[in-house]
């Protein structure tokens, strides 16, 4: 079974080049789908459990609270997340390829070696991005735009130290780390296709 | 012109991943090849430019060197990163298709618009890396030979913080982050050329 996993920052199409990879691969594909399990499993609103888990869930949540998993009484924070690991662990026991965006699935999926992906950009391609499929009721300046970005990246930073041992965006946590900055995603994908083929192929 | 750039921590495979690639392509391969031409300019002693060049010869130069290059008696250092500039630029000018290892090419060669690549491999490979290539007089411990690999990172991270604007090992600053732990760097070069590949023959 062959699995590819993406982390990104915000905006930089790293959901896009996965959903492409999926596609071009024809392997399933999962992101938004394991909050809509979560939600099925627990009968709990999909924005509910978006929020708890996702880009602003994590603003308040110490350090320590690794431990807390170990506690008495759980929180509602820790009965998604482990909800959401074995949702993600059914998906892997089914055997077949798939693409998972986000949710530190590399970290998640470890035993079953996954290649590792982190997609990064620079500022005004990320800026550039999230202008352009802003929603008519969320028009930001740059500025603002900017310290959304940095935010939501802060956020994802702080989740995957809570969570993992492993660094957020830093290298060595990743097979490959891809900068979208001047790429068409579309062309790219080819690019990230071609050299995960190699991954997967390799006898060493 | 296609110009590939490499940037890379000690001990990762970044110079194998270098040559192996300009044998893959046909290109011309520059690394020590630019501290000969150096010496021979300026009828100095090839180990006397690559210690004034290279790993441990920015140990002791403050943040402020970059304005030396406007100062009225340039130390010999200026004199010697002045001429490997003009050396790089020189290989440029002759406009064929090349591979360069370190020196920053990526920056000086900026309007050439390379594409650039900066290798890393998490500490165990480097260090097995560094301990099979170490020669019969350089038997340093495991502790040892880490604290070496931190030294001579931490150099090159000092030198690109003097010479440019961009960050040594940055993600943002290059356009792929290859890892080369769990690869043969032989099958690691055929993934790094097709990911190339796809680069240079993009329309966007």
């Not at 993406?6 to 938004?32: H, N, Q, V």
């Amino acid at each position: 079974m062959k699995i590819i996993t993406i982390s990104r920052e915000f905006g930089s199409g790293g959901r896009e080049l996965g959903k492409r990879l999926a596609d071009l691969t024809g392997w399933d594909y999962y992101d938004k789908e394991i909050i809509t399990a979560i939600a099925d499993n627990k009968n709990l609103d999909e924005g509910y459990v978006s929020r708890m888990l996702e880009n602003h869930g994590w603003k308040n949540v110490p350090l320590s609270f690794r431990n807390s998993f170990a506690a008495a009484a759980p929180s509602m924070q820790t009965v998604l997340l482990v909800e959401q690991k074995q949702v993600i662990e059914k998906i892997a026991r089914e055997g077949k390829d798939f693409v998972i965006v986000g949710r530190n699935a590399d970290v998640l999926l470890q035993e079953y070696h996954p290649f590792s992906i982190f997609v990064c950009a620079d500022m005004e391609t990320k800026v550039r991005r999230c202008v352009e499929y802003a929603s008519e009721n969320e028009k930001l300046s740059r500025k603002e735009m900017e310290r959304k970005i940095r935010n939501i990246d802060k956020n994802r930073f702080h989740a995957r130290e809570i969570l993992t041992e492993s660094k957020w965006g830093d290298r060595e946590a990743y097979h490959l780390v891809v900068n979208t900055t001047d790429w068409d995603i579309k062309e790219l994908t080819s690019a990230v296709k071609a050299y995960a083929d190699c991954w997967f192929q390799r006898k060493y």
